[in-house]
């Protein structure tokens, strides 16, 4: 089962929301290429930041590119070479999927380096050092902990009236948090989720009753990462 880049975009806006790194770049590209969303340079240059802000090297990867071209920020090469430089630095052993043949790596390496080094041929020695300085004393931004309460254990007094409540959810990250509705998990004391690694119990990570949005996990997943996912179906017990 698969889902709409229009409904895909409002499950990662949602996580995105939230503080999730991944789901902010995978706005961030959504808005960039106008998939699921109205295009809009400015709105991608946000979400990009706030993830190259926290480290995502493919954020910092698509934000270099932005400066470098100018969209939705005057053109800067020295900002476009620091993203450039700190990408190159951190993308290429970030993702275990990639290939680690000496071959597959090489080429991994040369996608992070490519730009930095187109880069550094346009800009003079003197802005060069001073990209190079920035990324240096660069730090990532702490994210806030938006964690709630645990779930307790898949349990029942005895004489307890149980319900079930069963909702869709969009597992948004490699992480594995899964996105869905406020109102299936709301009020419930034990909540599970049945995908392709079978049925696993997960806990209220963030909710927004007022939007109707809520986030759960995290679930065990494996798979190369895209900005577009599949659904976990979840299922939601004992209230």
Not at 24 to 32: E, H, R, S, V
Not at 50 to 69: I, N, P, S
Not at 102 to 114: A, H, I, L, M
Request: net charge neutral; glycine share 10%.
């Amino acid at each position: 089962m698969t889902c709409s880049p229009y409904e895909a975009a409002r499950w990662y806006q949602a996580a995105a929301g939230q503080g999730d790194v991944e789901s902010q770049w995978a706005t961030g590209q959504m808005y960039l290429t106008g998939r699921g969303v109205s295009q809009s340079d400015i709105e991608a240059l946000k979400w990009l930041r706030l993830a190259a802000d926290r480290g995502e090297a493919d954020a910092q990867l698509d934000l270099a590119r932005m400066y470098k071209d100018g969209k939705g920020a005057p053109q800067d090469y020295v900002k476009a070479h620091m993203g450039a430089n700190l990408a190159a630095s951190r993308g290429p052993d970030r993702a275990p999927w990639r290939p680690l043949t000496p071959d597959g790596r090489s080429k991994t390496r040369r996608y992070y380096t490519e730009l930095r080094d187109e880069l550094a041929a346009l800009m003079t020695p003197e802005q060069v050092a001073e990209a190079q300085v920035l990324a240096r004393n660069w730090r990532p931004t702490e994210p806030s902990d938006g964690r709630g309460s645990r779930a307790p254990e898949d349990s029942a007094a005895p004489g307890t009236e149980r319900e079930v409540f069963v909702g869709t959810g969009f597992a948004v990250n490699r992480r594995g948090d899964v996105v869905t509705n406020h109102h299936v998990v709301d009020g419930c004391t034990q909540i599970a989720v049945f995908g392709s690694a079978g049925r696993q119990k997960v806990e209220i990570i963030a909710e927004d009753g007022q939007n109707d949005l809520a986030v759960v996990g995290p679930i065990k997943q494996a798979g190369p990462r895209s900005p577009w996912v599949g659904t976990a179906r979840s299922s939601v017990k004992a209230r």
